[in-house]
T-cell receptor
Framework: GAVVSQHPSRVICKSGTSVKIECRSL??????MFWYRQFPKQSLMLMAT?????????EQGVEKDKFLINHASLTLSTLTVTSAHPEDSSFYIC????????????FGSGTRLTVV | QKEVEQDPGPLSVPEGAIVSLNCTYS??????FMWYRQYSRKGPELLMY??SSGNKEDGRFTAQVDKSSKYISLFIRDSQPSDSATYLC??????????WGAGTKLIIKP
């Protein structure tokens, strides 16, 4: 089946530094990828939709300059958390359309970001 | 009011029990209903999906949708410790955007 690889799985960084998270579709091309943020006991929150070769579409309330998304190829999207602060600590998950319909999403394994 | 409500739990049951997980929703336009399973520190994986109302069975898992009550359920029979995970419901009006529940943490005690 379709596989989405996400790296790193866990990262600890100092406050004020930037962190890059990669999301790769391994056996299919993904023109569209999605980035989510997940807090304990809360829904997955869609942050942005990443389209290959164009600018990402951000959801309301998500800071574009803080969460930089790049989708330079059909198999790779990156999320960079710039000038990270402790409140950015969270679980970040990417997803890609691997099939048709609302059932056709494959998720990465997530990245646990801790900002100290 | 959230579009999709789901009790975060945790729900703890003994091995072998029948588990019932539920979500309620407010948007009558939802047509697609999904259940995802998420193990600790992993991404969600699609477990079951249904379109419109009705039941769907797959092995030990049964998904039910009652659109008149805006209520969906996932039943797990003969629960196993390996079923311990967080179960998230997700819904969609169309082919595209998913609206998620908060997820219910399920613990199956051996």
């Amino acid at each position: 089946g379709a596989v989405v690889s996400q790296h790193p799985s866990r990262v600890i960084c100092k406050s004020g530094t930037s962190v890059k998270i990669e999301c790769r579709s391994l056996d299919f091309q993904a023109t569209t990828m999605f980035w989510y943020r997940q807090f304990p006991k809360q829904s997955l929150m869609l942050m942005a939709t990443s389209n290959e070769g164009s600018k990402a579409t951000y959801e309301q309330g998500v800071e574009k300059d803080k969460f930089l998304i790049n989708h330079a190829s059909l198999t790779l999207s990156t999320l960079t958390v710039t000038s990270a602060h402790p409140e950015d600590s969270s679980f970040y998950i990417c997803s890609a359309r691997s099939g048709t319909g609302p059932y056709g999403y494959t998720f990465g394994s997530g990245t646990r970001l801790t900002v100290v | 009011q959230k579009e999709v409500e789901q009790d975060p739990g945790p729900l703890s049951v003994p091995e072998g029990a029948i588990v019932s997980l539920n979500c309620t929703y407010s948007n009558s336009a939802f047509q697609y209903f999904m259940w995802y399973r998420q193990y600790s520190r992993k991404g969600p994986e699609l477990l079951m999906y249904t379109y419109s109302s009705g039941n769907k069975e797959d092995g030990r898992f049964t998904a039910q949708v009652d659109k008149s009550s805006k209520y969906i359920s996932l039943f797990i029979r003969d629960s196993q410790p390996s079923d311990s995970a967080t179960y998230l419901c997700a819904m969609s009006e169309d082919n595209y955007q998913l609206i998620w529940g908060a997820g219910t943490k399920l613990i199956i005690k051996p």
